[in-house]
C-alpha cells in the first residue's frame, strides 16, 4: 500500500515536531473505513478495507518509508495558558495530495505516548473515537470545513478511564494539524525565524493569495480573522456548539478540528453548555463568536514580532492595526451570519430589516421548549402556503406561541414581497435546514451499542442518516425527534480522553 507522501511540514518546519513511533497494539480490527473519504484521497479503499488495512491504520504496519511525528504546540486552556502541550496521543503519518490537488493530513489519534503525553496514556477509547467519526461526518454533510475521520480501528486492549473500556484508534484527515498553539509555542521560546518560518509555511499551504501582499502576515490575521468568522457562523446557523474553544484546537485552515465534548443544541437556549469541564460557561453556545475572535487576540500577539517589522518596527503602531482587524471580526461574523439566516429564512433578497427578523425568529424561542433545528424545518412547511394555512406545525413546538403571533405576519409580509413561489422558496429552506442532525441521545446509543455490545448497527445506521442530513426520509423519523426534555435536561458530554 502506496501513500505517496510529501511530508512538507517534517521538511520545513523543525522545531515544530519530534519523530515518533506509534505503540504497537495487540489485535487491531477495522471497525470502519470512510470509503468516500479514501477515493477522494486517491487512495485504493478496497484494498484498506481489509486485515492489512487494520495493521496499517492501527499503526502496527506502516507503509516503507513512513516518518510519523509528533507535532509540537501550546495553547491556552479555558483561558489558562500552557506553553508546552503538543500531540499526546496523536501522529502525524504525513501528507497526501488528494485527487482535487490539495495537500492532506493524515495522522492518528489514540496512537500511544509521546514526549508531548505529559501524565495521559496516549490512548483513546472507542467511544470517543466514534463519536468523532459520526460529528466530523455529520459536520461536512453540512457542509461545514471540518476534519474527517478516515478510518477507526479497534486495538483489542483495554484503556483505563473511570473503568475500563475497549481501545481505539482515529484516523483523520484535516487540510493541516496547524493550530493558533502552533504559533504560540515558537513566540513562547522567542524564536522569531521559526515563527517566520511558520507563518510563511501557513501562507503557501493555506492562504497563497495574500503571499504577493504588501503586508502578508497582516494579511495572514485578516484571512484567519475571516475564515474563522465564517467558520463559527456556519456552527451557530446549526447550533453545534464545540465545548472546548482553546487556542490549540482552533486551526489555521479553518477546519473544526477535535470533536470532544461537542454537541448540537436542541432546546434553543443561547447558554446552552454540554461539556462537563465547562464549568462556567466560557464555550457557551452564545460565547463561540466572541471566544472565536479571543483566540484571534492570543494569535496576534503570538504574530506580534513579524507584525511589528511590517509596521516599520513600531510596535505601537502593530498593535493598532492589529486591533482593527481583530475588531472588524464581528461585523464580519454577522455578515456571514445573516447570510446563512436569511437562507434559513427563506429569503432571497438583502434588506435592513434582515438581522432583527433572523434575531427575534430566535428570541421568541427562547424558554419556550422549542427544538432549534425542527423550528427550522417546520418554518419551511409554513412557507409552502402564501398564507397562514400552514404554520400551525411550527407553533406545536413552541410552550406559548404569543411571540410567533408578532413575528409570523412580519417574516410573511417580508417574504411576499418576494418573486420566488412559494413551493420554490420552501424546497429551497428545505435544502439549508437539516432534518437530521446528531442528535444527542442517538450519538449516546449509537456509542453504547457499539462499546457495551460490540453492535455496530446503530452506529452505522446513524453514520448513514447524517450523511443526508437534508433528505427527509419516513423510515428515518426517529432520527429527526429531539430526546424527551427529562433525558436532555442534564445531558452532559465527556473530552473524548
Ligand atoms: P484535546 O482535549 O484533545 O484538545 O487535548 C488537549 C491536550 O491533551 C493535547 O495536548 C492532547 O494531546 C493531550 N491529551 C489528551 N488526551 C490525552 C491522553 N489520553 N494521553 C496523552 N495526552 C492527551
Ligand atoms: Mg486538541
Known amino acids: 500500500m502506496n501513500f505517496s507522501f510529501d511530508n512538507s511540514y517534517a521538511r520545513e518546519l523543525e522545531g515544530l515536531y519530534v519523530p515518533w513511533k506509534a505503540a504497537e497494539v495487540p489485535q487491531p480490527k477495522l471497525i470502519r473505513l470512510n470509503h468516500a473519504l479514501a477515493e477522494e484521497m486517491g487512495l485504493d479503499a478496497t484494498a484498506l ?6 495493521q496499517l491504520f492501527s499503526g502496527n504496519k506502516l507503509p516503507d518509508g513512513t516518518a510519523t511525528i509528533a507535532l509540537a504546540y501550546a495553547g491556552h486552556q479555558f483561558g489558562g495558558f500552557s506553553p508546552q502541550l503538543g500531540d499526546g496521543r496523536a501522529l502525524l503519518l504525513g501528507e497526501v495530495i488528494d485527487r482535487q490537488g490539495k495537500r492532506r493530513d493524515i495522522a492518528f489519534k489514540g496512537s500511544g505516548r509521546t514526549p508531548f503525553s505529559r501524565g495521559g496514556d496516549g490512548k483513546a477509547a472507542l467511544g470517543p473515537v466514534l463519536r468523532e467519526y459520526l460529528i466530523g461526518e455529520a459536520m461536512h454533510a453540512l457542509g461545514i470545513p471540518t476534519t474527517r475521520a478516515l478510518a477507526a480501528v479497534t486495538t483489542g486492549e483495554f484503556v483505563r478511564r473511570e473503568r475500563n473500556l475497549p481501545g481505539a484508534v482515529l484516523t483523520r484527515v484535516a487540510a493541516s494539524h496547524i493550530r493558533v498553539g502552533s504559533f504560540q509555542f515558537v513566540a513562547a521560546r522567542g ?24 503586508k502578508p502576515y497582516f494579511g495572514l490575521l485578516r484571512a484567519l480573522s475571516e475564515r474563522q468568522a465564517a467558520l463559527i457562523a456556519r456552527w451557530m446557523n446549526v447550533g453545534f456548539i464545540h465545548g472546548v474553544m482553546n487556542t490549540d484546537n482552533m486551526t489555521l485552515s479553518g477546519e ?3 470533536y470532544g465534548p461537542c ?14 469541564i465547562d464549568e462556567y460557561g466560557r464555550y457557551a453556545y452564545m460565547n463561540q463568536p466572541p471566544i472565536a475572535n479571543w483566540n484571534l487576540a492570543r494569535f496576534a500577539e503570538a504574530l506580534l514580532p513579524l507584525l511589528t517589522a511590517e509596521a516599520g518596527g ?20 454577522e455578515g456571514h451570519w445573516l447570510a446563512g439566516m436569511r437562507a434559513k429564512l427563506g429569503l432571497a433578497r438583502e434588506e435592513d430589516g434582515d438581522f432583527a427578523l433572523a434575531q427575534d425568529f430566535l428570541a421568541g424561542m427562547e424558554g419556550q421548549g422549542v427544538d432549534f433545528t425542527q423550528a427550522f424545518r417546520r418554518l419551511a412547511d409554513a412557507a409552502e402556503a402564501a398564507d397562514a394555512s400552514r404554520e400551525g406545525w411550527l407553533r406545536q413546538l413552541y410552550a406559548d406561541d404569543k411571540k410567533l403571533d408578532a413575528w409570523l405576519p412580519r417574516w410573511r409580509a417580508r417574504i411576499n414581497a418576494e418573486a420566488a413561489d412559494p413551493a420554490q422558496r420552501a424546497q429551497a429552506m ?27 448497527a446503530p452506529f452505522e445506521q446513524l453514520l448513514a442518516v447524517l450523511q443526508q442530513p ?5 423510515e428515518w423519523a426517529a432520527y429527526a425527534e429531539p430526546a424527551a426534555a427529562e433525558t436532555s435536561a442534564g445531558y452532559r458530554t465527556f473530552c473524548g480522553t
Open 470 to 474: 437534508f433528505s427527509e426520509k419516513p
Open 263 to 276: 454537541a448540537f443544541m436542541d432546546r434553543y437556549d443561547p447558554k446552552t453548555v454540554f461539556s462537563s
Open 49 to 54: 478495507d481489509s486485515p492489512e488495512g487494520a
Open 191 to 214: 524564536d522569531e525565524p521559526l515563527l517566520k518560518k511558520l507563518a510563511d509555511y501557513v501562507i503557501d499551504r493555506h492562504y497563497p493569495e495574500i503571499k504577493a501582499a504588501e
Open 430 to 456: 428545505l435544502a439549508v435546514n437539516p432534518v437530521y442532525i446528531p442528535r444527542n441521545h442517538k450519538v449516546e446509543e449509537a456509542l453504547d451499542a457499539a462499546v457495551e455490545l460490540g453492535n455496530y
Open 256 to 258: 473544526t478540528i477535535d
Open 314 to 333: 513600531d510596535q505601537d503602531r502593530a498593535v493598532e492595526e492589529a486591533m482593527v482587524i481583530l475588531g472588524d471580526f464581528q461585523s464580519c461574523y
